[in-house]
């Protein structure tokens, strides 16, 4: 059963396969909490189901069986070895050699990449010329919260399917009904979660909101010029990194819209501060998260120098 906010991707892809055009790669993007790995489970599962005629895996027959024990011989899901790494390209040639292989059980192989941006360009390249040559009955499946990340060489040898976010409405609607969640508190995370619903449940397991509050007291006391940049980062350096400054970015356009007539070319240069950090956590690159954070600060109280120096003259 795929997800509500999923309906549309999920019946053109009903269709195609119905119609019997599917294409050999698809790649599936949108912000992280979307679901775009279980949309990619269910596309997988109801190709590999031995009821051809049915859109939906049955769950019953011996390929559904097998799928959902995660042992299915003709499946292959590649992701990295450990968390935050990149795919090796070993993972990729081996991908190659199994796919000159015939299918042992389904008509059809099938395969999921995910994250399919966190590749170097060796492994890119292997990719690439695996895409040049799809094997017939194959379906590959790349899932990515960054597609700007891959090369347009993969990109325009894929179908692509963008996963976005529901409107603000059915996501709360659809997070009260997972679980004893308060509105109020679903309302609070909407925004850093980019309007996420899976992403939103996530954070609430989490102590988000007393982090949030923190976070709101820190940044205050940046913008004063008061904070300690060696202490906050030690303590911020402990976050998710990318809820952190994604809750910033939200913070400072407040401080624009709050401040429009005043001092609005620093908080432009902050929110460049801001975007800027973004990228760097974004990227595949080893950073030192201590850093990053420590530099970001220095930056942001540069700033209120700047803008007090130039009261001052």
């Known amino acids: ?59 019953q027959c011996h390929s559904c069986q097998l799928f959902i024990a995660g042992s299915h011989p003709d499946h292959i899901l590649i992701e990295p070895e450990e968390a935050g790494k990149q795919i090796k390209i070993a993972q990729i040639r081996s ?19 995910s994250p399919a941006d966190n590749m170097n360009i060796n492994a890119n390249n292997s990719l690439l010329k695996l895409l040049e040559e799809p094997q017939e009955n194959t379906l590959l499946i790349l899932v990515s919260s960054r597609p700007y990340r891959f090369p347009i060489t993969i990109l325009s040898r894929c179908q692509k399917l963008v996963l976005t976010a529901p409107e603000r409405t059915v996501t709360v609607k659809w997070c ?4 004893d969640f308060d509105r109020t508190m679903i309302e609070q995370v909407l925004p850093i979660a980019k309007g996420a619903p899976l992403k939103v449940l996530e954070l609430l397991e989490t102590e988000v909101l007393s982090i949030i509050q923190q976070l709101d ?10 904070a300690n940049p060696i202490y906050l980062a030690k303590e911020w350096q402990k976050y998710d990194l990318s809820m952190v400054f994604n809750h910033l970015q939200l913070l ?26 973004i990228k760097l956590i974004s990227s595949s690159n080893n950073i030192n998260k201590i850093l990053l954070i420590e530099q970001f600060m220095v930056s942001v109280m540069k700033q209120d120098s700047n803008h007090n120096t130039a009261l001052n003259r």
């Open 1 to 59: 059963m795929n997800y509500p906010w999923q309906t549309t991707q999920w019946q053109y892809f009903c269709q195609q396969k119905t119609q019997q055009r599917l294409p050999h790669a698809i790649v599936i993007t949108g912000v992280d909490g979307v679901g775009k790995r279980a949309l990619a489970n269910q596309m997988v599962a109801s190709v590999l189901c031995e009821q051809a005629d049915a859109t939906e895996a049955c769950g």
């Open 252 to 277: 400072i356009k407040k401080q624009i819209m709050l401040n429009e007539n005043a001092s609005p070319k620093r908080y432009w240069a902050i929110y460049d501060c801001i975007i800027a950090t």
């Open 176 to 179: 009260l009904q997972q679980g």
């Open 217 to 226: 007291t820190d940044f205050k006391t940046l913008l004063q010029g008061s």
């Open 95 to 113: 991908l190659k050699d199994k796919q000159a292989l015939t299918s042992t059980v389904s008509k059809w192989k099938t395969v999921i990449i």
